[in-house]
């Protein structure tokens, strides 16, 4: 899987060639920017295309891994095979294998960030991610534990345990056992030191993720302060995610939106505004399809961040299937397939067979598009590495 890219740039693309409601606005201060925006609404169809575009759902893409991770915003991977999964349903011949050789080469890492959840990313982006969310996960993490430790405790109990990993990565009920610390202690610590999951878990082949390892000793991790990190973010979401409100890159970050005000001020970024009058931030060449974009039966695994509450402006789930998707049984949500951009139905892959049930009764086409795709992805799983 390293084939080479065919989608644009969205980084380094010119501003050149965009209508004049889309025009670019590079304003310095953001406490009058919803005020000053005049561009053009998008409707809640053009957000889901444009969503759709961006996550590689419309077309799977011919990228090398870590080029896809990072133009998706990272892939959510406390269940170690929605990461395969993730990647199957949007990139073109993908294969088990290919993931665990990247996870092997560190061109990609699994380690707590956006939210405090696992993320698949690539290794270049690691530092910078970690870098944009520690402070607010840091300030995040001291509130709860509501006097159990401060800073500076955590701070020294963190030197232990890169004294104890010099040597190598090590098991995470091993670590609690020598560091002798309250679990909720062990659950703060990779923020006063950065922390991966190391290979073979986090794996199809070994799916718990306890086997922790130094970032600094595993992939290079060069200085990257904080602002900068939060550039990184804001981009990586609207890439991946937008055109998008403050409040949902901070939805998704974890990072509060007075924190990301600054950076949106500076950053050169073209803007709408949604159905409901909220300014909109996106990257100048991020792809925005037309709303009747034709969309691909696609299959969604655990925790696809699509799904996040931050995106219900896109309506990719219907808010009247939501309950189906995310309860107090299920808050981790569960396997789901797409038909024309939406959530119609939940999958699940039981007795060597995927087991596919739409919510409401599919037309023939679609149940029979639906029923090829489910295939190939009983496939998927049943190949060899």
Same mark, same amino acid.
């Given at each position: 899987?390293?084939?080479?890219?065919?989608?644009?740039?969205?980084?380094?693309?010119?501003?050149?060639?965009?209508?004049?409601?889309?025009?670019?606005?590079?304003?310095?201060?953001?406490?009058?920017?919803? *005020?000053?925006?005049?561009?053009?609404?998008?409707?809640?169809?053009?957000?889901?295309?444009?969503?759709?575009?961006?996550?590689?759902?419309?077309?799977?893409?011919?990228?090398?891994?870590?080029?896809?991770?990072?133009?998706?915003?990272?892939?959510?991977?406390?269940?170690?095979?929605?990461?395969?999964?993730?990647?199957?349903?949007?990139?073109?011949?993908?294969?088990?294998?290919?993931?665990?050789?990247?996870?092997?080469?560190?061109?990609?890492?699994?380690?707590?960030?956006?939210?405090?959840?696992?993320?698949?990313?690539?290794?270049?982006?690691?530092?910078?991610?970690?870098?944009?969310?520690?402070?607010?996960?840091?300030? *995040?993490?001291?509130?709860?534990?509501?006097?159990?430790?401060?800073?500076?405790?955590?701070?020294?109990?963190?030197?232990?345990?890169?004294?104890?990993?010099?040597?190598?990565?090590?098991?995470?009920?091993?670590?609690?056992?020598?560091?002798?610390?309250?679990?909720?202690?062990?659950?703060?610590?990779?923020?006063?030191?950065?922390?991966?999951?190391?290979?073979? *878990?986090?794996?199809?082949?070994?799916?718990?993720?306890?086997?922790?390892?130094?970032?600094?000793?595993?992939?290079?991790?060069?200085?990257?302060? &904080?602002?900068?990190?939060?550039?990184?973010?804001?981009?990586?979401?609207?890439?991946?995610?937008?055109?998008?409100?403050?409040?949902?890159?901070?939805?998704? *970050?974890?990072?509060?939106?007075?924190?990301?005000?600054?950076?949106?001020?500076?950053?050169?970024?073209?803007?709408?505004?949604?159905?409901?009058? &909220?300014?909109?931030?996106?990257?100048?060449?991020?792809?925005?399809?037309?709303?009747?974009?034709?969309?691909?039966?696609?299959?969604?695994?655990?925790?696809?961040?699509?799904?996040?509450?931050?995106?219900?402006?896109?309506?990719?789930?219907?808010?009247?299937?939501?309950?189906?998707?995310?309860?107090?049984?299920?808050?981790?949500?569960?396997?789901?397939?797409?038909?024309?951009?939406?959530?119609?139905?939940?999958?699940?892959?039981?007795?060597?067979?995927?087991?596919?049930?739409?919510?409401?009764?599919?037309?023939?086409?679609?149940?029979?598009?639906?029923?090829?795709?489910?295939?190939?992805?009983?496939?998927?799983?049943?190949?060899?590495?």
């Amino acid at each position: 899987m390293e084939g080479r890219v065919a989608a644009p740039d969205l980084d380094s693309a010119p501003v050149s060639g965009w209508p004049s409601s889309e025009i670019p606005i590079d304003h310095r201060d953001s406490r009058r920017l919803s *005020s000053r925006v005049t561009a053009r609404t998008l409707s809640q169809r053009e957000r889901n295309r444009a969503l759709l575009a961006r996550q590689l759902l419309l077309e799977p893409a011919d990228l090398p891994i870590p080029r896809a991770v990072e133009r998706i915003g990272g892939l959510q991977a406390q269940y170690a095979p929605s990461a395969y999964v993730g990647l199957w349903t949007r990139m073109k011949a993908f294969r088990r294998s290919a993931l665990t050789a990247a996870l092997e080469r560190r061109s990609v890492v699994q380690g707590t960030l956006m939210r405090s959840t696992i993320h698949l990313v690539s290794a270049r982006e690691y530092p910078a991610l970690a870098a944009g969310v520690r402070a607010a996960r840091r300030g *995040s993490w001291l509130r709860s534990a509501r006097g159990a430790a401060d800073e500076r405790t955590m701070a020294g109990t963190a030197e232990r345990l890169r004294d104890l990993l010099a040597d190598g990565a090590l098991p995470r009920r091993e670590l609690v056992r020598l560091l002798d610390v309250d679990p909720s202690i062990w659950n703060g610590l990779g923020l006063w030191v950065d922390l991966v999951r190391v290979p073979p *878990s986090g794996t199809w082949e070994r799916r718990s993720a306890d086997l922790y390892g130094l970032a600094d000793a595993w992939i290079d991790m060069p200085e990257v302060d &904080e602002a900068e990190g939060i550039e990184l973010l804001i981009r990586r979401y609207l890439g991946g995610f937008g055109p998008s409100t403050t409040k949902e890159i901070a939805g998704w *970050s974890g990072v509060p939106a007075t924190s990301l005000e600054g950076s949106l001020a500076r950053m050169r970024l073209r803007r709408f505004r949604n159905e409901g009058g &909220e300014v909109l931030h996106d990257l100048q060449r991020a792809p925005l399809p037309d709303g009747d974009t034709p969309a691909p039966i696609r299959f969604l695994p655990t925790w696809d961040a699509t799904l996040l509450i931050n995106e219900r402006g896109t309506q990719i789930l219907p808010e009247h299937h939501r309950p189906r998707v995310f309860n107090t049984k299920t808050p981790h949500s569960v396997p789901t397939f797409l038909v024309d951009g939406q959530v119609a139905g939940t999958w699940r892959f039981e007795g060597g067979r995927v087991w596919v049930e739409p919510f409401d009764r599919l037309p023939r086409t679609a149940r029979v598009v639906l029923d090829d795709e489910a295939e190939r992805l009983r496939a998927f799983h049943e190949e060899d590495g």
